[in-house]
């Protein structure tokens, strides 16, 4: 990296926050909106784009200034080099990021890059023709006197080409300014053409939010649940793919407004939501061999849980609940202890020895029988979507 960075500054005029969308999309010369549409997306996959705003902040100085905020924050960087600076504070913010994001950040990053570049950067260089500026009166005026000297064969104008014979362009000796626009000064200044915003872009957006909220009832009919806050997520999902696709051709009037009220009745929605907590998001693999190891309830938002329960005594009946919103459950139940699954899936597949099931609704009981009189372990599984296997 050389030591003489290209420096992006902030620029007071157009922010909306500190001027990082702003200051990116005058160098990338794209929407600002697409922009922050990207960072408020990329901020809910384990706050990767708030640590993106927060870099800019720290290394992209104000307007008119060309030392980096992060270098006052910190004076003992001054002496670092500038792709040093860069580079430790990308890193740390990577970390941060890693830390405080117990479920990953996943694909759908990917999937918002992709997305800003195809519909801001794509075809970027590829510049398309402008057409010619309007001559001025005194050029067409030069224009046309050097195509009447060529005309009447003036030494040193032979190579002036003549235009296609038309009608009767000259009244001899001289043009008649009356007849002839090409030598007229007083023509009426050029109408330049506004570019209205569109309104039909909208009829997109409705039906786009249309299919969200048929797809929102689809899935409430097949077992999953349907909240308000579903479809207040597939009303935001249909105003910002509107808003990706309209970049290029130009936003409509009150569709900015209109998602960013989305995303508020969203997030205040996820913020009160009454379908309780959604768990943790990971990973569980335990192994239990007696009762007061085991939990009473398990539950994660979205995960594999993965249970050995081979080794387990019991000197009296147990029950054990595991609650798995998505994602996958194996169980190996205890070899000398009776046990008794009571599973329910709303979406996924059931697989248990040499049976297996799959759809939507599956609702069943599986007895393992170790002996008369011994202690029996009770296993509730409710999993919204996804896979429940049970070995013995």
Known sequence: MPENLPVISRPRGGAMVGGVCAGMARRWRVDPNLLRIAIVVLAFFGGLGLAAYGA???????????????RRFLPFTRSWSNPTVVAATIGALVVIVGLTSSGGIGLGPVLVIFAVWFFGFRNHGQTRPSPPPEPTPFERAADAWRVRLAEQ???????????????????????????????????????????????RPWGLAIALVGVGIFVVVMLGLAGMPATPLAYASAVLAALGLTLLLTARSGRPPLLLPATIVSGIVAASMLGTASIGPLGPVGELHRSYSSAADMPAVIEYGAGEVDLDLSSLQLTEDRDLDIRVRAGSVALKLPVGVTSEIDYSIKAGEYKFGGVERDGVDLIGTEAVPRGSGDPVLRIRVDLDLGEVRVTS
């Open 56 to 70: 800019g902040l720290l290394l992209m100085p104000r307007e008119g200034q060309t030392e980096m905020p992060v």
């Open 153 to 199: 064969k003036t030494p040193g104008y032979e190579a002036v080409a003549l235009p296609a014979p038309t009608e009767q362009r000259w009244t001899q000796p001289y043009t008649d300014p009356a007849a002839d626009l090409a030598v007229r000064d007083n023509l009426p200044p050029a109408v330049v053409a506004v570019r209205r915003r569109r309104w």
